[in-house]
């Protein structure tokens, strides 16, 4: 890190609710909020927002004639944003960069385009320019007037936070000194579901077991199967160089890194990737002085072992608290990194920290002041951001 970062706003929308006090509300309770999906006459289990969120983004969609071709992914990006940039008090004249990204992109226009291909052999005027991954953060900045560089890209699960990665990097090199940040998905369909359940990942508990158990069992290292489940939403973050008064909370170092892997999906057994990022992270702060790591987790038998075996690495014989947000929102594949660090800043502003109800009881940190956040994706693309009050 050249220079502090300050994040002087947050926005989501997300299962939790259409606002980060939606969200914080939400993260009172010990209840999560998946529920049953029916795709073809198959049920899935999956995190959608809630109706009133639903509500929001119809409107969204309603407002603008160009809009009504747009995907939610890209509506969910907006909708975030405008809420982001008004808490700041930014607006088109700042010039402010923009760097949304996803993993997944525009998975139900795109899917609903293929098959009328497929049916009528002919391609719908729109169907190329509404399903790119671009689409994001250009329409973002249409909406919001801004003169400022537009990007898009697709890390998988780390995308949100690679997405921070850059915008501390053009600050930093003061060709820009705002920039708003994040990911948004929309991945609830079902080739994306069948995508999942074809790598045997996903949880296969069924609506009747929902009301007295926790079908994502992220983070619970006991665990014998496999839980992931997928959750929609959006979230962003607003970064201006220097320390602000208005500060959220300030981004005081970051850690990047990829694994060789053995195979498409896998990353080592103790999550080398990890271990680096979180390393750099870090920098010269003593690692006893972070008290809580907020930790990708997507629930996977493997995935949330090495990350594990990877803090264990680093913090030796003081973990500090660990949570995850996955077990209660489900995995928002690109947007899920954006989430934890709104998950993290939220802890830091409210100095409460948010355990998992059904893991043994942890050591509850007295003062929050410095969280780490982790995100890794398929490809073993691991980000890690160290936040502070």
Excluded at 40 to 69: F, G, H, M
Aim: net charge neutral; with cysteine.
């Amino acid at each position: 890190m050249q220079k502090t970062i300050s994040i002087t706003a947050i926005s989501s929308i997300s299962p939790l609710g259409k606002s980060s006090d939606d969200a914080w509300e939400s993260y009172q309770d010990n209840r999560h909020y998946i529920s049953e999906k029916s795709f073809n006459n198959e049920t899935a289990l999956v995190a959608k927002i809630p109706k009133e969120a639903k509500k929001e983004i119809k409107l969204l969609r309603e407002s603008d004639s160009k809009y009504k071709s747009l995907d939610d992914t890209v509506l969910f990006a907006i909708y975030a944003s405008r809420n982001a940039i008004k808490q700041a008090n930014w607006d088109g004249s700042d010039n402010f960069g923009i760097n949304i990204g996803s993993s997944r992109g525009a998975t139900q226009l795109f899917e609903t385009y293929h098959k009328d291909f497929l049916e009528k052999n002919k391609a719908k005027t729109l169907s190329s320019p509404t399903t790119t991954l671009g689409n994001i953060a250009s329409w973002v900045a249409h909406d919001l007037q801004t003169q400022g560089p537009e990007i898009s890209h697709s890390i998988t699960c780390s995308t949100a936070l690679h997405a921070m990665l850059n915008g501390i990097a053009w600050i930093n090199s003061n060709m820009c000194n705002k920039f708003l940040v994040g990911g948004s998905e929309a991945p609830l369909t079902p080739f994306t579901i069948a995508q999942m359940q074809a790598l045997k990942i996903y949880s296969r508990d069924k609506l009747r077991d929902l009301e007295n158990s926790f079908p994502c069992r992220a983070l619970d290292l006991d665990k014998s199967l496999n839980s992931m489940i997928l959750g929609e939403g959006a979230s962003v973050a607003c970064l201006e160089a220097g320390e602000k008064e208005n500060a959220l909370a300030f981004i005081k170092g970051v850690g990047y890194a990829t694994e060789i892997l053995e195979h498409n999906i896998s990353i080592s057994s103790d999550a080398q990737c990890f271990q680096k990022s979180m390393q750099m992270a870090l920098g010269d702060l003593n690692p006893n002085k972070v008290d809580v790591v907020v930790m990708h987790a997507p629930g996977t038998i493997k995935g949330d072992l090495s990350e594990y075996k990877a803090i264990e690495k680093i913090f030796c014989d003081k973990i500090p608290a660990l949570t995850t947000n996955k077990w209660k929102i489900g995995h928002t594949f690109g947007a899920s990194g954006s989430l934890n660090i709104e998950f993290a800043v939220l802890m830091l502003q409210n100095q409460k920290f948010i355990d998992i109800p059904y893991l043994r009881h942890q050591e509850t940190p007295k003062r929050i002041k410095n969280i780490l956040v982790n995100a890794v994706g398929f490809g073993g693309n691991a980000v890690s951001i160290l936040l502070s009050k």
